[in-house]
Antibody, heavy 119, light 107 residues
Framework: QVQLVQSGAEVKKPGSSVKVSCKAS????????ISWVRQAPGQGLEWMGR????????NYAQKFQGRVTITADKSTSTAYMELSSLRSEDTAVYYCARAGVTTPEFDYWGQGTLVTVSS | SSELTQDPAVSVALGQTVRITCQGDSLRSYYASWYQQKPGQAPVLVIYGKNNRPSGIPDRFSGSSSGNTASLTITGAQAEDEADYYC??????????FGGGTKLTVL
């Protein structure tokens, strides 16, 4: 059974960075893509970027270019999302989600990580 | 345009049929996938591809598409179907794109 388990909630100061992890189990980590999707309080889902672990190649939504870095460690089947220059508008639940390399649907999701940005 | 438009809210009487729609230019080329999200929970995939349901999703959920509109139909809505529903397709760069979501109320 595939599971994506994310790291715990974070509280950060404006201007700082946060790094959230997503550990996969029960599947072949490298054969899929891992995306990061965020959801601000009371708002919808927003795709931030993804990585193909087997290639180590990431691409990002234009909105987050230059501020987000997604990496993956194949040895531990863990993906990471680092968001820098945090501002209050980045307060959200951050989800990792798995999709196929050629199939776009997100079939498994992490439980979500709440990141709160507050001075 | 790189947008997927959904009605913000829809309601349905218990046991009746409801259709939730998603409009966008990319839907002329790509199928939508649909996600159900209940309060405080992660989204769950309910429909993908032409009309496919993951294991464990009841057969009262179905999907269809015509032109620039994708639809999620719930035939015989149950109380537990009350949730937010999001469509997903691709933007003009081929990246994932979500609709704004539809809040479904089961009366």
């Amino acid at each position: 059974q595939v599971q994506l388990v994310q790291s715990g909630a974070e509280v950060k100061k404006p201007g700082s960075s946060v790094k959230v992890s997503c550990k996969a189990s029960g599947g072949t980590f490298s054969s899929y893509t891992i995306s990061w999707v965020r959801q601000a309080p009371g708002q919808g889902l927003e795709w931030m970027g993804r990585i193909i672990p087997i290639l180590g190649i990431a691409n990002y939504a234009q909105k987050f270019q230059g501020r987000v870095t997604i990496t993956a460690d194949k040895s531990t089947s863990t993906a990471y999302m680092e968001l820098s220059s945090l501002r209050s508008e980045d307060t959200a639940v951050y989800y990792c989600a798995r999709a196929g390399v050629t199939t776009p649907e997100f079939d498994y999701w992490g439980q979500g990580t709440l990141v709160t940005v507050s001075s | 345009s790189s947008e997927l438009t959904q009605d913000p809210a829809v309601s349905v009487a218990l046991g009746q049929t409801v259709r939730i729609t998603c409009q966008g230019d990319s839907l002329r080329s790509y199928y939508a996938s649909w996600y159900q999200q209940k309060p405080g929970q992660a989204p769950v995939l309910v429909i993908y591809g032409k009309n496919n349901r993951p294991s464990g999703i009841p057969d009262r959920f179905s999907g269809s598409s015509s032109g620039n509109t994708a639809s999620l139909t719930i035939t015989g809505a149950q109380a537990e179907d009350e949730a937010d529903y999001y469509c997903n397709s691709r933007d003009s760069s081929g990246n994932p794109l979500f609709g704004g979501g539809t809040k479904l109320t089961v009366l």
